[in-house]
């Protein structure tokens, strides 16, 4: 495949054709989702169109955990495939494409129906722009590997499908979103303090339009896809309102993640009870920054918000973003400029991973202040230079959502939804566990399973990181959150699935389980210590006397090990973990097979020659296979770890205690043969903060505060407790 010369930019659809032909022979693709993704667009370019049918087909069997969705994943070459079939004459095209999508359309739930505009939102001058460029880059190399030409034979396939029958479905769109919904997409209020907030309603017109229950849905993302969404909610029989945050979408007032939405959402929910198509009543969905706005509402909450389903909620200051106990990450600029480049989306932004890695790395490198990252970037961010003014948890991120005994006063019906490996699922369970403590009789239920963020917002893969998740775990999430509407809107049934407060998923057991309290899981808790046996590291039950320990000695002034940590693939299930700058502990092979199910707490005894330290804690399942299976990640920084609002210095040459305090929540079937393995280090990362130990403000450190390394020594008496049962 590799040479090209015989192909010129001007025709590139001989150059597409040639490589396609190539691609169904040379593609290989281990993740099935991925492979049918790529392989029915092959077959199209390859005019087979029955095969690429079937390989759709194949694709959307992926997405069955969400069917509203599922039935429309990649309608537009679907429909574009079933024209080709029957078209005879180029001028037969509009006529038979049309009599394709109507039928499509008629066999679509209401529900469906209100994704399919983000399917014809190609901009088709754009993309031929891109491949004019990708396709002259590459014939000025001659040659072309299997990954770019598959880029090139994916866009342009977009492009060509959506060239020819773009003009035709949006007007088809347009006429028949008429016919079942009523949307206002430039509405405008005013605040107390005279910000303008930019909303959008949608409203079920079935039926004709009645007063209803408002679904609120306060968004950062602002996107005219938002109003598929709003419409699949409408479809359910519900009136649908997207609050844009202040500074996005028509608003033009500064954009200020976070900040606002306290009071915000009150009078957007203010002025909704005032419409006539209100009867008063709202609930809440939405997920990640949608999650947290919702608990943002429950600080000030007005006593028409009735209910809220926060999926995969952000826990905004120290808890998981922009701070994980305490550490600042290098992703939260990345963040950023992704929601404040613009009043819309940056997605071009934030998707380009290989700018942002090569940003981080180029601070990294430099041993230059954390606080100069976005001037890095090329672009100072005055949010994130504020942010970086708060590093404990102060009153500028408590008045953001509610703060201990306010968790009192949420007196309604709560639905949270997040995944084990949801980097917000410390969020979610901070929120869980604050309300539960401060109101005893809290009517919040919990579902937790294997879910990435995206999962755990209702768009559950069944394979990702090299883990492919039980088929029990592929629940309609979706479904289950409209059950909780109809329930506490309509005075239906509460939803079967939720057999009691909290809903976990034993991963490897093919099973769901529930308990009433998140106490449960502390009941039977094993204790082990960090022994160094002789030479062997080892989780030990048994525990010895505290003079002896394990050291580390790290030199941060070393910055060669940036490209291996950007290039971690972080899966979930693997042959190797990265094991630098750290300590390993492993238990005995079990002899039967248990349950890991809660999370791990403990007490490190450390003694080090700095001030402070960002620690770093892994636990895995080293399966019989050989293979590191993941269950828990943690950081922390030591000077905030008895009290994420203060901190604390350590005491060079002072023997100090740094608590394991952890959000976390993980479910596993532990089988016969098996092993825990704890890894135990010291961060340095260019995709995190660097604490150099000075005792300064660690967004004010550089390498010049590296001086001497960091020796770090853990005593034997140090320990975690873990949640095993059989």
């Not at 750290?582 to 238990?587: G, M, P, Q, V, W």
């Not at 993980?666 to 961060?683: N, R, T």
Request: hydrophobic letters at 35%.
């Amino acid at each position: 495949m590799n040479k090209i010369s015989d192909y010129t930019v001007s025709n590139p659809e001989s150059l597409i054709k040639y490589l396609a032909k190539e691609l169904k022979v040379q593609y290989k693709e281990k993740d099935k989702a991925t492979y049918y993704d790529n392989i029915f667009r092959i077959s199209m370019l390859n005019e087979d169109y029955n095969l690429s049918l079937i390989q759709l087909d194949s694709l959307k069997s992926f997405a069955k955990s969400n069917p509203t969705l599922a039935d429309v994943v990649g309608v537009q070459f679907e429909i574009y495939n079933k024209t080709l079939k029957r078209t005879k004459a180029t001028t037969e095209f509009e006529k038979i494409y049309k009599e394709e999508f109507i039928k499509k359309y008629d066999q679509l739930s209401i529900g469906s129906r209100a994704f399919l505009p983000q399917f014809f939102a190609t901009n088709v001058s754009s993309l031929e722009k891109e491949i004019t460029e990708f396709i002259k880059k590459h014939l000025e190399k001659n040659d072309i590997d299997v990954a770019d030409a598959l880029q090139l034979c994916r866009k342009y396939n977009t492009y060509n499908v959506a060239k020819k029958s773009i003009g035709i479905a949006i007007p088809l769109i347009k006429k028949l979103d008429k016919e079942a919904f009523v949307i206002h997409d430039s509405i405008k209020i005013y605040t107390k303090d005279k910000a303008v907030l930019s909303l959008s309603v949608v409203l079920n017109n079935v039926k004709g339009v009645k007063p209803d229950n408002t679904i609120l849905l306060n968004t950062i993302y602002s996107g005219k896809e938002n109003i598929g969404i709003a419409k699949e909610l409408a479809s359910h029989g519900y009136a649908v309102v997207i609050l844009n945050t202040r500074g996005k979408y028509l608003s033009t007032d500064s954009i200020e993640p976070f900040e606002h939405e306290v009071n915000d959402i009150s009078e957007a929910i203010n002025w909704i009870i005032k419409q006539s198509w209100s009867n008063g009543n709202v609930g809440m969905i939405g997920g990640s920054y949608l999650g947290f706005s919702q608990w943002a509402a429950t600080k000030k909450l007005h006593p028409a918000l009735k209910t809220i389903v926060p999926q995969a909620s952000v826990g905004i200051g120290t808890m998981d973003y922009p701070m994980t106990n305490n550490v600042f990450m290098s992703y939260a600029l990345r963040w950023l400029n992704n929601v404040t480049n613009n009043r819309m989306t940056d997605f071009d932004s934030f998707n380009n991973t290989d700018h942002w890695n090569s940003v981080y790395k180029k601070w990294y490198e430099s041993g230059k202040s954390f606080r100069k990252l976005d001037s890095i970037s090329g672009k100072t961010n005055v949010i994130f230079q504020k942010w970086l003014a708060h590093p404990g948890y102060d009153d500028f991120w408590k008045g953001m959502v509610p703060y201990k005994k306010e968790y009192a006063k949420i007196n309604i019906p709560v639905l949270t939804t997040t995944g084990y490996y949801d980097p917000d699922k410390p969020g979610a369970l901070y929120y869980f566990k604050e309300h539960n403590k401060y109101y005893k009789n809290a009517d919040h239920y919990l579902i937790i399973g294997p879910y990435d963020h995206a999962g755990a917002e209702g768009n559950i893969r069944n394979e990702f990181k090299n883990y492919t998740i039980d088929p029990v775990a592929k629940v309609d999430l979706n479904k289950i959150w409209m059950e909780w509407f109809d329930y506490i809107f309509k005075g239906k049934q509460k939803p079967a699935f939720l057999k009691d407060k909290i809903n976990y998923q034993v991963m490897g057991a093919n099973q769901w389980k529930s308990t009433s309290s998140i106490e449960t899981f502390e009941e039977n808790k094993t204790k082990l210590y960090l022994d160094n046996n002789g030479k062997e590291l080892i989780l030990s039950d048994v525990k010895s006397n505290g003079k002896d320990f394990s050291a580390l000695k790290i030199n941060f002034s070393d910055r060669t090990d940036a490209d291996e940590i950007i290039n971690q693939k972080n899966n979930i299930i693997d042959t190797l973990v990265y094991k630098k700058n750290s300590l390993i502990f492993s238990t005995k092979t079990f002899d039967k097979t248990v349950e890991f199910s809660g999370n791990f707490t403990g007490d490190l005894k450390v003694l080090t020659n700095k001030k402070d330290v960002d620690l770093y804690i892994n636990l895995y399942e080293l399966m019989p296979d050989g293979k590191y299976f993941q269950l828990i990640k943690y950081v922390t920084r030591a000077s905030y770890a008895k009290n994420n609002e203060k901190r604390n210095l350590l005491t060079p040459g002072k023997k100090e205690i740094i608590p394991i305090i952890n959000n976390d929540f993980v479910s596993k079937k532990i089988e016969k043969g098996s092993k825990l393995v704890l890894i135990v280090g010291v961060l340095k990362s260019p995709l995190w903060q660097i604490n150099y130990g000075s005792g300064k403000d660690v967004s004010d450190e550089t390498i010049d505060d590296a001086k001497e390394p960091l020796d770090i020594k853990f005593f034997n008496d140090s320990y975690i407790e873990i949640p095993v049962r059989q």
